[in-house]
């Protein structure tokens, strides 16, 4: 029989993955939040007014307060959120056929959104800044419903993904720690439908230049069509040993200048 603390019922809010789907949307809720804060009537003026006019229910602004509150506020608590996504939600499903171009579609988002994040400096006013952040606001409100919709209970059903362990490693990333990072992967006595989620999310670690070691007891074929087909152009991949008993693979994440 199992421990009391392994005993739940499913899809209620006993089940760990209910549990962690709910602090997902906690997260979620959160940036929501702040992000609206920055959005709302009394933080911009008059559309066509100059920067010093009231607007009409609200006093003037000062616009070098805003702009750098809005700004951290983005390129730090949002940017932490869309980088730490992709280490741990995206890498998992990344390498799963059902999952595959949703992932795709996710990380075109985040850079969209890394994009407008990236030009709110350069905004010069605080009434531009605010506009700008509500496209950002648009574009993130449609970025996490996907999430909350479709990836987490896509994680949640697929064979070999532990969604509370990765959201537990979101969590670590967000609050400002970091993700064991091996350098060498023996898979031989992990279950076949935890290998490929593991594995990407270890990918997913590295930075430009760095790799790690696969090691397996058959030649990973599959893998490397994966790989080719969800990061094209982007990874190395060198046997260090063929057979017959064990695979041994350098998995990189090709130099930017490769």
């Not at 990344?94 to 949703?102: I, K, Q, V």
């Not at 209970?153 to 670590?172: H, K, N, Q, Y």
């Not at 997913?204 to 094209?232: C, M, Q, W, Y």
């Amino acid at each position: 029989m199992a421990p009391s603390s392994e005993i739940y019922i499913d899809a209620t809010e006993t089940d760990p993955d209910v549990r962690a789907r709910a602090e997902v949307r906690d997260v979620h809720e959160r940036l929501r939040a702040e992000l609206a804060g920055f959005t709302g009537p009394e933080r911009a003026a008059r559309p066509g007014a100059p920067l010093d006019a009231a607007p009409l229910e609200a006093a003037p602004i000062d616009a070098a307060p805003v702009d750098a509150a809005l700004v951290g506020f983005c390129t730090g608590d949002l940017r932490r959120y869309l980088a730490a996504a992709d280490q741990t939600l995206y890498a998992a499903a990344s390498g799963a056929a059902e999952t595959r171009l949703l992932v795709r579609a996710l990380r075109g988002g985040s850079a969209a959104l890394d994009a407008r994040v990236g030009a709110l400096a350069a905004f010069p006013d605080a009434a531009a800044a605010v506009a700008a952040a509500r496209a950002v606001e648009a574009v993130l409100a449609v970025h996490l419903a996907a999430e909350e919709t479709v990836l987490l209970p896509a994680l949640s059903a697929m064979p070999g993904a532990d969604l509370p362990t990765l959201v537990a490693d979101l969590r670590t990333l967000l609050d400002g720690g970091s993700l064991d990072a091996p350098a060498v992967i023996d898979v031989r006595e992990i279950p076949h439908g935890r290998r490929h989620p593991r594995i990407f999310a270890r990918y997913a670690r590295l930075a430009p230049g760095e790799s790690f070691i696969l090691v397996n007891n058959h030649d990973p074929k599959p893998l490397r069509r994966e790989f080719e087909a969800t990061h094209p152009g982007a990874h190395t991949w060198d046997y260090v040993e063929s057979g017959p008993d064990k695979w041994r693979v350098r998995i990189g994440k090709a130099s930017a200048d490769a």
